[in-house]
């Protein structure tokens, strides 16, 4: 082919997120190929070329053409379900490509998945990004999050079309060089963490929201609505409002009241909670929600005991609370408890990117990472700025909550975060995220904790040994022998 009738990249892998993000490439005047398995996916990606359009994007139906369709150094962008059929789909296509090519897996794999393929291709003189892309179908169409990492050479050759497919902020398009190996996928994996926190967080307000304080969906869309224009104002603060505002088309009522308390996943919240007990990182906020999510698949468990409880003799407290409440209070409370359980989600979260960072080399910049998350991405909101701010003021930031301006607002709310999370108890509402959240903050707060009984009983049986507040070296005591001893003493002084 001529080299002016080549495309500058290529995409494959048609499902609508893949359709989305290379129409989204070709409306910004890059010249794109695509390709797919299933021969249809590409003749949909073309007419929806056409349709929307018209947009420089060719189609082709093997791997050889595909490939060939492309400028050297030539880039594609894979989008396929992670694990195996990544790997099938490099095998097709490398097969065609030359020293210097590069591929970009867009999916959420697991980092050291990425790390692996890395040295895989590389035997091949192939580079290798693996790129997290966040923001749904929406995002991949109109801007999404990007987060690169892998070869900085495959990076530089595709940086200019990555900077106008993202999302735009005020301070630059959400896409930076996140780092080497599987960092790009490390950093995706742990925002879809703490998203996994910020949704199980939110779910709470609702539920004490409309079981204690009795609120109406509808009240519930305008509450959601107004705490958007605030200091919650983000993406999932927004779409929330939304769904309360939603009739159900099949029978009377809001359709989120008829929706199956299951919640599903894709195994990403894991991978963070698992990286977080790796590392010794403390993810209570992030922990709990998975644990919600495991214990809301339990759906017929959980109503057999409710039955039996109920035949034990336990009561709903609901209503014995809900009536000395005071409605406006209560909703200013949740207010203020969902930022400052929001603010130790998103801690626990950088905390882990700069443990992994710190044990990789990775030197991932926190600020840029906040940065990034800005605009397209699902845990975008307007505090994310001021997260960027606090780690350009201080990079070496032990955490969020010690920054003077989060201090500041914490502090200021901590109270109202405390009446919440004490009326859920007493109405015998679970607010696992709150709680985890409020534990996690005054266990971090405090400058002495009981950890010190927890290293003498560890001492006491296993002989682990022990520090001490007043002098240094580790201790080792016979604590029985003693104890025996204090006893018997005891015992002879009352004799």
Avoid at 125 to 149: D, K, T
Avoid at 239 to 265: C, N, P, Q, Y
Wanted: aromatic fraction near 8%.
């Amino acid at each position: 082919m001529e080299a002016s009738t080549l495309s500058r990249i290529g995409l494959a892998g048609l499902a609508v997120m893949g359709q989305n993000l290379a129409l989204n490439i070709a409306e910004k005047g890059f010249p794109i190929s695509v390709y797919n398995r299933t021969t249809s996916k590409v003749d949909e990606t073309l007419q929806r070329a056409q349709n929307e359009g018209p947009f420089p994007l060719s189609g082709h139906y093997t791997p050889r053409d595909f490939v060939l369709s492309l400028q050297r150094p030539r880039s594609v962008i894979i989008l396929v379900k992670a694990g195996s059929p990544v790997d099938q789909t490099i095998a097709a296509l490398s097969e065609h490509m030359e020293s210097g090519d590069c591929i970009i897996d867009g999916g959420n794999e697991w980092y050291e998945n990425t790390e692996r393929r890395i040295q895989e291709v590389s035997n091949r003189g192939i580079l290798y990004l693996g790129m997290g892309v966040s923001g749904g179908e929406e995002g991949a169409r109109n801007g999404p999050s990007l987060m690169p990492g892998g070869s900085f050479e495959a990076y530089n050759n595709i940086k200019d079309i990555l900077e106008k497919v993202a999302a735009q902020v005020e301070d630059g398009p959400c896409v930076t060089y996140i780092g080497e190996g599987g960092a790009g996928n490390f950093v995706k994996m742990v925002h879809n963490g703490i998203e996994y926190g910020d949704m199980q967080l939110i779910s709470e307000a609702y539920d004490v929201l409309k079981n204690v304080g009795g609120l109406s969906n509808e009240e519930l869309g305008e509450i959601f609505g107004e705490w958007n224009r605030g200091e919650l104002e983000s993406f999932l603060i927004e779409i929330t409002s939304d769904i309360f505002k939603v009739k159900d088309d099949l029978a009377d009522g809001e359709l989120v009241d008829k929706i199956l308390d299951k919640t599903g996943m894709k195994g990403t919240g894991k991978w963070t909670v698992q990286q977080a007990a790796e590392l010794s990182v403390a993810a209570p906020t992030i922990a709990a929600s998975l644990d919600c999510r495991y214990l809301s698949g339990l759906k017929e468990e959980r109503e057999n005991a409710a039955e039996i409880l109920k035949e034990a003799g336990l009561k709903e407290e609901v209503g014995a609370v809900k009536s000395g409440i005071d409605k406006k209070r209560l909703i200013d409370d949740v207010r203020q408890a969902l930022y400052a359980s929001k603010i130790c989600s998103y801690a626990q979260g950088m905390n882990l990117l700069r443990a992994k960072s710190i044990e990789k080399g990775w030197n991932l910049n926190l600020g840029e990472m906040a940065r990034i998350w800005k605009g397209g991405c699902i845990i975008r909101a307007v505090f994310l700025d001021r997260i960027k701010k606090a780690y350009q003021r201080n990079p070496n930031l032990a955490s969020l909550i010690v920054d003077p301006e989060f201090a500041r607002e914490m502090v200021q709310r901590q109270a109202a975060w405390r009446r919440v999370v004490g009326t859920a108890i007493s109405a015998g509402i679970s607010t696992p995220g709150m709680c985890a959240s409020l534990a996690y903050f005054d266990t971090y707060r405090r400058a002495r904790l009981p950890a010190n009984l927890v290293q003498a009983q560890r001492d006491l049986f296993g002989a682990h040994t022990y520090e001490r507040v007043d002098r240094p070296g580790a201790f080792h005591t016979e604590w029985t022998k003693l104890a025996r001893n204090s006893n018997a003493a005891g015992v002879h002084a009352l004799n």
